[in-house]
């Protein structure tokens, strides 16, 4: 496994104690920090803002990579608020027809969910964000039960 590089490096030269023993850094070393903690609010990893830093140092600039990053991860997260909304859309609707029936209709184990029929809706994980297949799809299509 390889180590990956710091994204701020110090060297006995880049501080000093002051009298109470506290390392005392240059600025550039602070301002390094506040780079790498500006960059990681806007989502970047520790890796990505390595290799923006060492891009930096190779004399580049790293902006317009920078841009498309962030432009990808709006993609993403537009992506994410649309099935979202899609499936509070969803939930609200089934709550509403819920509401409509009686709660203690007969059932197994809870008529409201045994009586759902999600055909058009897609099974969403706790976060909503993961889209998984239909449980009883999955076991059809496994064989486990017709």
Not at 5 to 20: G, L, Y
Not at 43 to 51: A, V
Request: proline content about 2%; glycine content about 4%.
């Amino acid at each position: 496994m390889s180590e990956s590089k710091p994204c701020v490096s110090t060297s006995e030269a880049d501080f000093w104690a002051n009298r109470s023993g506290y390392r005392v850094y240059r600025e550039s070393i602070l301002e390094r920090l506040e780079f790498v903690k500006k960059a990681q609010t806007l989502g970047f990893s520790l890796e990505e803002i390595r290799r923006i830093i060492e891009e930096n140092k190779a004399g580049k600039c790293p902006c317009a990579k920078v841009c498309e990053n962030v432009r990808e991860r709006l993609k993403e997260i537009d992506k994410h608020l649309r099935d979202l909304r899609r499936y509070r859309n969803e939930l609200a609707a089934t709550l509403a027809s819920w509401d409509e029936q009686e709660t203690e209709a007969e059932g197994n184990t809870c008529s409201l969910i045994e009586s759902f029929n999600g055909k058009n809706r897609k099974s969403h994980s706790s976060t909503g964000f993961g889209i998984k297949k239909k449980p009883l799809e999955f076991l059809k299509n496994r064989r486990i039960i017709k």
